[in-house]
């Protein structure tokens, strides 16, 4: 779009300084002014001719759109947005669209989280998310939720989901049964993200901690204190 702006400001001022050259010329009459004329005349056409050249160039290359490895491209004209992505590599599409670049790559995020579990002991677990956006669901995606979409869709699902899970087990399970809490949150967060066009890689659980006089109560326990 930019560049279709840019070439019409560029013909509007070849026109504009074309006719001008040539009005200047025209009040020359003399005969030892003819020259001169003559040279204005020469100058405006080559003004014009470079104009029209430059603005042609542009317009042909704005038809073109270059895609990195990675990223799918996302078109969109006046707003409207296209239903298919722009692939990698050289794409030939209209000059009037507006395209957004959307990373397809496998994305790793890391945060911390609170969670209670079943006997209402907190707990703070550290999870590891990788995933990546779907390249077809691209344009819906960006549609409806945006290039942020792992703000507004990925964090807080993960959030819910390994709450949910967490207040399945007492705090006694939760250690000895990671492997399957783990298994247990990646497939439920992984078929949450699917519905809006993120596919899930993997879904890690590390740093388990619960409070301190949960772990204070675990160690005397564990010497038969209590």
Do not use: C
Request: net charge positive.
């Amino acid at each position: 779009m930019g560049t279709v702006i840019a070439v019409v400001v560029i013909v509007g001022m070849t026109m504009v300084l074309w006719r001008g050259l040539h009005t200047v010329s025209e009040r020359f009459s003399g005969e030892r002014e003819r020259g001169r004329a003559h040279m204005l005349g020469v100058v405006a056409n080559v003004t014009l001719a470079v104009g029209l050249v430059l603005s042609g160039l542009l317009s042909v290359f704005s038809t073109f759109v270059i895609i990195p490895a990675g990223p799918v491209g996302v078109a969109s004209l006046f707003g409207s947005v296209q239903p298919r992505p722009l692939s990698e590599g050289l794409n030939l599409v209209n000059p009037l669209l507006a395209v957004t670049p959307m990373s397809t790559q496998v994305q790793k995020y890391q945060e911390k989280y609170d969670a209670v579990t079943k006997d209402l002991q907190a707990m703070h677990v550290e999870m590891v998310l990788n995933y990546r956006l779907l390249p077809d669901k691209a344009p819906e995606v960006y549609q409806k939720i945006g290039v942020n979409f792992a703000n507004v869709i990925v964090l807080p699902a993960a959030q819910e989901v390994l709450k949910a899970n967490t207040a399945l087990h007492v705090a006694n399970e939760i250690l000895r049964q990671r492997p399957k809490i783990k298994a247990d949150v990646q497939e439920t967060l992984a078929t949450w993200l699917a519905k809006y066009g993120v596919e899930l890689k993997e879904a890690a659980l590390a740093n388990i901690r619960f409070d301190a006089a949960r772990a204070q109560a675990d160690q005397r326990r564990g010497r038969g204190d209590v």
